[in-house]
């Protein structure tokens, strides 16, 4: 009987969906050097904690996803995978302008700044990927994914504190072996997969490993008459290990990836009221300009953007990993170079109006990390004890443009054909040019300590000491159509002529020069309790920070017109993070419950704030209050037989910003004449045309964008032996699903910006042997019509745009493998 059907297996706080057979890696130990499997399922190894041990056994709240699964269930990469793991919130307009939460929270929503750092740390085979766009990419050759909750600073090179995403690759083999996978479907999709290991030497083994994807866009630009949002990616990793002995081992890792769709554009979605004068609202300016969007309905996905679209994006490098054996234990350095390169072109703008003719920021990225960590184990004690370095530099080239539609939808209106608005050229080829670059510099000690006071009872400990220095320089300089260099001061600064008041109002030039450094001492502390053979109880707090930031996109202005650097830099995040967790296995081990109850409390928390001010910045980093996430994740699963197995988890997450008295202001109270500064924001002016706005408003107590309070994922799977075509094998049908509850798409929740909940099922049915697996699948099977995000418009007009998920797809996907 073949033994290679979907199971998902729990951790604390999420789950594990992996292939029966038990794929082991070089230098892996046999599984039944863990703990012997029970006949109805697997064990799972896992290295949350730098060590190989079962999933079971690890205190802390994990989901793992095996690599087969990933193929079976079509979440090629991380922004897909939280259809497996509730708590997990993955939103994206491009690769650049990608968030990575964890109940709730890593990164501010709806900015993007090079000058913070994630909260979510992506690490690939133990080297830590800084820019979240690697998260776009297509998981390549992956054999496992695990998904960390909570902080991650005492067993982790860069300190994280919502979690981190630790993928792990196959690896090189000394038995030949290779595997193939191709795929095909509507939309024009075509992926394939291939990879092949194999020794070269005794002591030298090599892995080679490729993957493509391609697929029609979902959205169809009238405009240019193509369909966009695209599909393209190509990846390729090669590795050489060199294993002498078994005390000994060296893997050299290189790896390529390139994404050239023609992305990423928006469709009208609605319009709301803002506080703007009628006359300057979304409907009276598009109707002053003779402009009809194709459709007001989003699902008739259909657009009109009238700017190129690209979101060009590369990232690869090289990295060397040591692994040796020394004394009680194993010393491990891993040395890493890696490289990102962002080429955008964008529509910011979101209509088919020359509005914001051009709007790109190409950036490129080099980092450099150096991690050695020492790993010992006993019977009574075990500990981990490391020594982080990150270096890192990112350079940008931005440029904005105001195209011949500006000045009649930017400006005042008027029936006065001599009046500025009524004449293109008052804003037309007004252009921003912003020049910036970033260094980070980091260094970290770090340790962990396990301690088995009893059979049953065992106390962790753990501490961090950090170091980050960072500094930054950004210039805009402001050009008119005849490429003069233009000034907003009183008197025009040498070798400038002075802007118009309405190309001041749009751009003013800025220069700044952020820096700041700061150490930071972390801890936490688990004890966890055996109470049974297969349960376990724990409990964890940790007391971690997210290190210091400064602003890259520019900074506001003083009410007597100057540059406020006392913006420039933001302070760190001061993390409390309360953890129990419960882990049992029943029924002979058919059937697992794992349930975890989280707090996390943050002061400091590095959000989006803006000064009001069109003409300088929209928005900027700087400091909440306080924020707190908290809530329960409860995850079954059940092997009935060899023939059905059925997952379940669910999440509540209650994620609030506690104190929060100089947020941004919603659009529903933005766009009017600004209030005196101090005064409160009236929400009964909501929405009233011509109200005075607030500079920034209150919003303690409100949700934090892009949280669902309620999230689950489900799916069961159900097999046949038989035998077709002489081939012994399975028929099999799996379907899996998951549903997530209403949440905010704006940085300050708005009622104009509320994506409804929705819930998403998938199917597949195959048949496969031991070395193949044929099988169709449909996803979106009910074409459920559903929004990932959505765009306030730029101006206060009124105007929300958004991307719409994918609709119902199906196809059909070969695997074989030798």
Same mark, same amino acid.
């Given at each position: 009987?073949?033994?290679?059907?979907?199971?998902?297996?729990?951790?604390?706080?999420?789950?594990?969906?992996?292939?029966?057979?038990?794929?082991?890696?070089?230098?892996?130990?046999?599984?039944?050097?863990?703990?012997?499997?029970?006949?109805?399922?697997?064990?799972?190894?896992?290295?949350?904690?730098?060590?190989?041990?079962?999933?079971?056994?690890?205190?802390?709240?994990?989901?793992?996803?095996?690599?087969?699964?990933?193929?079976?269930?079509? *979440?090629?990469?991380?922004?897909?995978?939280?259809?497996?793991?509730?708590?997990?919130? @993955?939103?994206?307009?491009?690769?650049?302008?990608?968030?990575?939460?964890?109940?709730?929270?890593?990164?501010?929503?709806?900015?993007?700044?090079?000058?913070?750092?994630?909260? @979510?740390?992506?690490?690939?085979?133990?080297?830590?990927?800084?820019?979240?766009?690697?998260?776009?990419?297509?998981?390549?050759?992956?054999?496992?994914?695990?998904?960390?909750?909570?902080?991650?600073?005492?067993?982790?090179?860069?300190?994280?504190?919502?979690?981190?995403?630790?993928?792990?690759?196959?690896?090189?083999?000394?038995?030949?072996?290779?595997?193939?996978?191709?795929?095909?479907?509507?939309?024009?999709?075509?992926?394939?997969?291939?990879?092949?290991?194999?020794?070269?030497?005794?002591?030298?083994?090599?892995?080679?490993?490729?993957?493509?994807?391609?697929?029609?866009?979902?959205?169809?630009?009238?405009?240019?008459?193509?369909?966009?949002?695209?599909?393209?990616?190509?990846?390729?990793?090669?590795?050489?290990?060199?294993?002498?002995?078994?005390?000994?081992?060296?893997?050299?890792?290189?790896?390529?990836?390139?994404? /050239?769709?023609?992305?990423?554009?928006?469709?009208?979605?609605?319009?709301?009221?803002?506080?703007?004068?009628?006359?300057?609202?979304?409907?009276?300016?598009?109707?002053?300009?003779?402009?009809?969007?194709?459709?007001?309905?989003?699902?008739?996905?259909?657009?009109?953007?009238?700017?190129?679209?690209?979101?060009?994006?590369?990232?690869?490098?090289?990295?060397?990993?040591?692994?040796?054996?020394?004394?009680?234990?194993?010393?491990?350095?891993?040395?890493?170079?890696?490289?990102?390169?962002?080429?955008?072109?964008?529509?910011?703008?979101?209509?088919?109006?020359?509005?914001?003719?051009?709007?790109?920021?190409?950036?490129?990225?080099?980092?450099?990390?150096?991690?050695?960590?020492?790993?010992?184990?006993?019977?009574?004690?075990?500990? @981990?004890?490391?020594?982080?370095?990150?270096?890192?530099?990112?350079?940008?080239?931005?440029?904005?443009?105001?195209?011949?539609?500006?000045?009649?939808?930017?400006?005042?209106?008027?029936?006065?054909?001599? *009046?500025?608005?009524?004449?293109?050229?008052?804003?037309?080829?007004?252009?921003?040019?912003?020049?910036?670059?970033?260094?980070?510099?980091?260094?970290?000690?770090?340790?962990?300590?396990?301690?088995?006071?009893? /059979?049953?009872?065992?106390?962790?400990?753990?501490?961090?000491?950090?170091?980050?220095?960072?500094?930054?320089?950004?210039?805009?300089?402001?050009?008119?159509?005849?490429?003069?260099?233009?000034?907003?001061?009183?008197?025009?600064?040498?070798?400038?002529?002075?802007?118009?008041?309405?190309?001041?109002?749009?751009?003013?030039?800025?220069?700044?020069?952020?820096?700041?450094?700061?150490?930071?001492?972390?801890?936490?502390?688990?004890? *966890?309790?055996?109470?049974?053979?297969?349960?376990?109880?724990?409990?964890?707090?940790?007391?971690?920070?997210?290190?210091?930031?400064?602003?890259?996109?520019?900074?506001?202005?003083?009410?007597?017109?100057?540059? *406020?650097?006392?913006?420039?830099?933001v302070k760190p995040e001061s993390v409390n993070h309360y953890e129990l967790g419960l882990k049992t296995q029943f029924w002979d081990r058919r059937a697992t419950f794992n349930l975890t109850a989280f707090r996390t409390e943050i002061k400091n928390f590095q959000a989006t704030v803006n000064g009001g001010q069109f003409g300088t910045v929209r928005g900027y980093l700087a400091n909440a209050e306080k924020v707190r996430s908290q809530g329960i994740e409860a995850d079954f699963k059940v092997v009935v037989s060899d023939r059905f197995t059925a997952y379940a988890n669910g999440a509540y997450t209650d994620a609030k910003y506690k104190k929060f008295t100089n947020a941004p202001c919603p659009p529903e109270l933005?766009?009017?004449?600004?209030?005196?500064?101090?005064?409160?924001? /009236?929400?009964?002016?909501?929405?009233?045309?011509?109200?005075?706005?607030?500079?920034?408003?209150?919003?303690?107590?409100?949700?934090?964008?892009? @949280?669902?309070?309620?999230?689950?994922?489900?799916?069961?799977?159900?097999?046949?032996?038989?035998?077709?075509?002489?081939?012994?094998?399975?028929?099999?049908?799996?379907?899996?699903?998951?549903?997530?509850?209403?949440?905010?798409?704006?940085?300050?929740?708005?009622?104009?910006?509320?994506?409804?909940?929705?819930?998403?099922?998938?199917?597949?049915?195959?048949?496969?042997?031991?070395?193949?697996?044929?099988?169709?699948?449909?996803?979106?099977?009910?074409?459920?019509?559903?929004?990932?995000?959505?765009?306030?418009?730029?101006?206060?007009?009124?105007?929300?745009?958004?991307?719409?998920?994918?609709?119902?797809?199906?196809?059909?996907?070969?695997?074989?493998?030798?």
């Open positions: 009987m073949i033994a290679r059907f979907l199971l998902l297996a729990s951790v604390a706080g999420a789950s594990i969906i992996t292939p029966n057979a038990f794929a082991q890696d070089a230098g892996q130990p046999a599984a039944d050097e863990v703990q012997q499997p029970n006949v109805r399922g697997d064990v799972i190894v896992v290295t949350a904690r730098r060590r190989q041990e079962t999933a079971q056994e690890v205190p802390l709240a994990i989901s793992v996803v095996k690599g087969d699964s990933i193929e079976a269930t079509g *979440n090629f990469n991380i922004v897909k995978l939280q259809q497996l793991a509730p708590t997990l919130q @993955v939103y994206t307009t491009n690769p650049r302008n990608t968030s990575v939460n964890i109940r709730g929270l890593g990164v501010p929503f709806g900015l993007t700044s090079d000058g913070f750092e994630q909260g @979510v740390g992506i690490y690939v085979d133990d080297v830590y990927n800084s820019r979240v766009a690697a998260a776009t990419f297509d998981f390549l050759d992956v054999n496992q994914v695990e998904v960390l909750r909570g902080p991650q600073g005492s067993l982790y090179g860069k300190n994280t504190t919502a979690g981190a995403i630790n993928i792990t690759t196959n690896q090189p083999t000394f038995d030949f072996e290779g595997r193939a996978e191709l795929t095909v479907g509507n939309l024009n999709l075509k992926q394939a997969k291939a990879a092949i290991s194999g020794p070269l030497s005794d002591t030298i083994a090599a892995r080679v490993a490729i993957a493509s994807t391609s697929r029609r866009g979902t959205l169809y630009n009238v405009t240019s008459q193509r369909w966009i949002n695209e599909q393209d990616n190509l990846g390729i990793r090669g590795q050489l290990l060199f294993k002498p002995n078994d005390d000994f081992s060296l893997t050299l890792s290189g790896d390529y990836s390139k994404q /050239d769709p023609e992305c990423c554009g928006t469709t009208f979605v609605r319009v709301g009221k803002t506080q703007r004068p009628l006359a300057r609202q979304y409907d009276a300016l598009a109707a002053a300009q003779g402009y009809v969007v194709p459709s007001r309905n989003p699902y008739d996905r259909l657009t009109d953007l009238d700017s190129n679209l690209n979101a060009g994006n590369k990232i690869g490098g090289v990295s060397a990993k040591i692994k040796w054996d020394v004394g009680p234990g194993t010393l491990t350095s891993v040395t890493a170079w890696r490289f990102w390169d962002w080429k955008p072109e964008n529509d910011r703008d979101f209509t088919g109006l020359s509005i914001v003719s051009k709007s790109q920021n190409p950036s490129q990225q080099d980092q450099y990390s150096q991690e050695f960590r020492y790993n010992y184990e006993s019977k009574d004690v075990d500990f @981990v004890v490391g020594l982080f370095g990150f270096k890192q530099r990112i350079d940008t080239q931005g440029t904005e443009q105001q195209g011949d539609d500006a000045a009649q939808w930017s400006l005042a209106p008027s029936t006065d054909p001599t *009046n500025p608005a009524n004449i293109p050229a008052t804003l037309s080829g007004l252009t921003a040019s912003n020049t910036q670059w970033l260094k980070a510099d980091s260094a970290a000690l770090f340790g962990q300590l396990s301690w088995k006071v009893t /059979d049953a009872l065992t106390i962790q400990p753990g501490v961090r000491l950090n170091y980050d220095k960072k500094s930054g320089f950004y210039q805009r300089v402001v050009t008119n159509a005849q490429g003069q260099t233009i000034s907003c001061t009183t008197v025009a600064e040498p070798g400038t002529i002075k802007g118009t008041t309405q190309q001041c109002g749009v751009y003013q030039p800025q220069v700044s020069a952020p820096s700041d450094s700061a150490w930071n001492f972390t801890y936490d502390f688990n004890v *966890n309790y055996k109470v049974a053979r297969d349960v376990l109880a724990y409990a964890t707090y940790a007391k971690s920070f997210k290190t210091l930031g400064i602003n890259q996109n520019g900074l506001p202005l003083n009410a007597d017109n100057t540059v *406020n650097y006392d913006a420039s830099t933005s766009g009017g004449t600004l209030q005196p500064s101090g005064q409160a924001a /009236d929400y009964s002016q909501a929405g009233v045309p011509g109200a005075l706005s607030p500079r920034q408003c209150d919003i303690s107590g409100q949700d934090l964008p892009g @949280v669902s309070k309620w999230a689950f994922s489900y799916g069961g799977e159900y097999n046949i032996p038989v035998t077709l075509l002489a081939k012994e094998g399975q028929v099999y049908l799996g379907v899996d699903g998951n549903y997530r509850s209403d949440w905010n798409s704006n940085a300050s929740p708005s009622i104009y910006t509320q994506v409804k909940g929705y819930a998403l099922t998938n199917v597949r049915a195959g048949f496969r042997g031991e070395r193949f697996d044929i099988f169709g699948w449909v996803r979106n099977a009910f074409d459920v019509n559903y929004i990932e995000n959505l765009q306030v418009a730029p101006g206060n007009t009124g105007l929300i745009a958004g991307q719409v998920g994918d609709p119902q797809t199906w196809g059909g996907t070969i695997k074989f493998s030798f």
